[in-house]
């Protein structure tokens, strides 16, 4: 099968989202497929030596370019012709998009009117949801054959927000590589490595911004620096991610005010993280916390679950589908993501398992457990693969003749945009 995806951003771009698509499609390749990805490119990145999967960039797919073209037909144009190019140079069976339901509706308008001429299902999943007019319109208006869903959190937004058919919208958890997220035999040594030894490692391992709770991680450790001389906050989340609303350098301005108000900056450690080491860290701390406060709920969070793969203990707040992977004294704690309250209960968490080791580890190892029950790589694969199989029968079964393929099919001399919002 061939499978075409759409996303803004891959690898060395980190984030959630790069994430998922390295653990989905490596999995789809190892079993046979072949994968083209359309993203924006990368001046780290050469495009001709990924060996997995082939990779198309275009600046159009770049929302910090897109951000810098007004809107209009022109843009409009010029993304209907890049959308077009890309079927009729892989020729795809079904594509797959990632998170094209907001900011720009150039994209998923140009690629359901281009479905349509190609007889190619297309799938989006999302991984995050917006309640505006624009976030809806793409849901609803574009003729998605399946919309997947991180998280049942999100699916009742498609549901009860947009207003989607129950038989539209599929949930599909995110899957990882249980091979790679496992736990060491010498985790002292793993700290050593990474110059934290002796040190009781907090590790949050998050995009940095307010949402993600980075400031309340930074308070807490504040609160626990005098009993723990030695405790050290690893902050991640620091190098190349997807920066939609441009909040980063002001946000570093307000940690960097912190730390110097909180005399805490000798327990902090912000670091940039290449994805193959992520499961050292994982490895190396004592605690892993994710405590999003985001208004909306976390879509699902994906970093506890690689924690728990590694049978460490997780402190997540009870925001969205962070409460799906995460049962509060059974693989992890969970407490209150309310901002007045977060810092306190927080502090309060890390030292409870900081003082109560037989707690860290049960949790831990009932975390593997889970991770193996329900997050593996393998099965999330087997069950995408199956969606578009069903996809692709029913595209067959009921396409009238005519359809013509992406080879058969000349660019076309006019088009224009079908689709209002």
Request: net charge negative; aromatic share 8%.
């Amino acid at each position: 099968m061939r499978i075409g995806v759409v996303h803004w951003a891959f690898p060395p771009v980190v984030g959630g989202v790069e994430s998922h698509l390295i653990y989905l499609y490596t999995e789809l390749a190892r079993m046979g497929h072949d994968i083209s990805f359309l993203t924006a490119p990368h001046p780290l990145r050469d495009d001709g030596d990924i060996g997995w999967c082939k990779v198309a960039s275009n600046e159009l797919m770049s929302i910090a370019g897109l951000l810098k073209v007004p809107a209009g037909p022109e843009r409009w144009d010029r993304v209907y012709t890049m959308m077009e190019s890309y079927i009729r140079d892989f020729s795809p069976d079904v594509i797959h998009a990632h998170n094209l339901h907001y900011f720009f509706p150039d994209h998923a308008e140009a690629l359901g009117i281009l479905a349509k001429k190609y007889g190619i299902p297309i799938v989006l999943t999302i991984h995050n949801y917006w309640e505006d007019d624009l976030c809806r319109h793409l849901l609803a208006d574009i003729g998605w054959n399946m919309i997947v869903s991180v998280s049942y959190h999100l699916k009742r937004s498609c549901l009860f927000d947009a207003g989607l058919p129950p038989d539209k919208v599929e949930v599909h958890y995110h899957g990882i590589d249980l091979g790679k997220y496992r736990a060491s035999g010498d985790r002292e040594a793993l700290k050593e490595r990474l110059g934290l030894s002796g040190r009781k490692v907090i590790f949050h391992p998050a995009r940095m911004c307010e949402m993600k709770g980075t400031l309340h991680s930074i308070e807490a450790v504040s609160r626990l620096k005098g009993k723990y001389p030695d405790i050290r906050l690893v902050l991640s989340g620091n190098g190349d991610t997807v920066d939609f609303e441009n909040e980063r350098p002001a946000f570093r301005a307000k940690v960097q005010q912190m730390l110097n108000d909180l005399k805490v900056s000798d327990h902090i450690q912000f670091v940039s993280i290449p994805a193959d080491e992520m499961p050292v860290y994982m490895n190396a701390a004592d605690i892993v916390i994710y405590p999003t406060i985001l208004p909306q709920g976390e879509a699902f969070g994906i970093a506890p679950v690689e924690a728990m793969a590694c049978c460490r203990p997780v402190i997540v707040t009870n925001s969205g589908g962070l409460s799906e992977s995460t049962s509060h004294g059974i693989n992890g704690l969970v407490v209150d993501d309310d901002p007045e309250t977060l810092t306190d209960t927080l502090a309060l968490n890390i030292e409870r398992l900081l003082e109560r080791p037989g707690l860290s580890e049960y949790l831990g190892m009932n975390g593997r457990e889970v991770a193996i029950e329900r997050f593996d790589a393998g099965r999330m694969g087997l069950r995408m693969e199956d969606l578009y199989n069903r996809l692709i029968l029913a595209r067959i079964a009921e396409s009238p003749p005519g359809i013509q393929t992406p080879v058969e099919a000349g660019a076309p001399a006019t088009h224009k945009k079908t689709l209002e919002h």
